[in-house]
């Protein structure tokens, strides 16, 4: 069966400053990666995909992701973080099995400092 | 605006007592899930439905039934025999055969029994 891990409990990161979300995966087949966001009280919200091709994906609100398959990695990064980015993130990954079903990772609270 | 509708957002009972959650979405989506999720512990799949009239056990079913009587609709009953109900209760859909198809969830139901 297809896992997630995120071993990081909370990143800190100064606002300005690069944020880098940590997400390694385990599949039989070929991976469908996803990383979502999730605001307080809320349900999770889309961000990025990657399915096959290029190995950076680009998503909203200026996160992209960087696919990694000899380290089985597919980590979420944003070049300049903002305060409003204080979020919990939620890495996931569904299996080419045709389940349908969506593995997520225990997630990551990030914290933007001002 | 088309999207999933979970009420009510936050809900309280007494131990023993049946409760059921509603989900609805007007997305057009064959596929529904319920999540649960729980502080540090990411989200683990309750059920999940890929056509009406039929449904699955996820990771966690024990102490949980569903229906899916309707396209648009996949309650889910929280029975007396769940021990630990207390968290945070997603809902999503997704396309059926949309294996690179992102999940869209409801904004949540927070249960809390005492």
């Known amino acids: 069966a297809q896992s997630v891990a995120q071993p990081e409990d909370q990143v800190n990161v100064a606002e300005g400053n690069p944020l880098t979300v940590k997400c390694t995966y385990s599949v039989s087949g070929n991976p469908y990666l996803f990383w979502y966001v999730q605001y307080p009280n809320r349900g999770l919200q889309f961000l990025l995909k990657y399915i096959t091709g290029d190995n950076l994906v680009k998503g909203s609100y200026g996160f992209e992701a960087e696919f990694n398959k000899s380290q089985t990695s597919f980590h979420l990064k944003k070049p300049s973080a903002l305060v409003s980015d204080s979020a919990l993130y939620f890495c996931a990954v569904r299996e080419s099995d045709g389940n349908n079903r969506l593995a997520f990772g225990k997630g990551n609270q990030v914290v933007v400092i001002p | 605006d088309g999207g999933i509708t979970q009420s009510p957002k936050y809900l309280f009972r007494k131990e023993g007592q049946n409760v059921t959650l509603s989900c609805e979405q007007n997305?057009?989506?064959?596929?529904m899930y319920w999540y649960r999720q729980d502080p540090g512990q990411g989200l683990r799949l309750i059920y999940y439905s890929q056509i009406v009239n039929d449904f699955q056990k996820g990771d966690i079913a024990e102490g949980y039934s569903v229906s899916r009587e309707k396209k648009e609709s996949f309650p889910l009953t929280v029975t007396s025999a769940q021990k630990n109900p207390t968290a945070f209760y997603l809902c999503?859909?997704?396309?059926?055969?949309?294996?690179?198809?992102?999940?869209?969830f409801g904004n949540g139901t927070r249960l809390t029994v005492t």
């Open positions: 999503a859909s997704s396309i059926i055969q949309g294996l690179n198809s992102p999940l869209h």
């Open positions: 997305l057009n989506h064959d596929a």
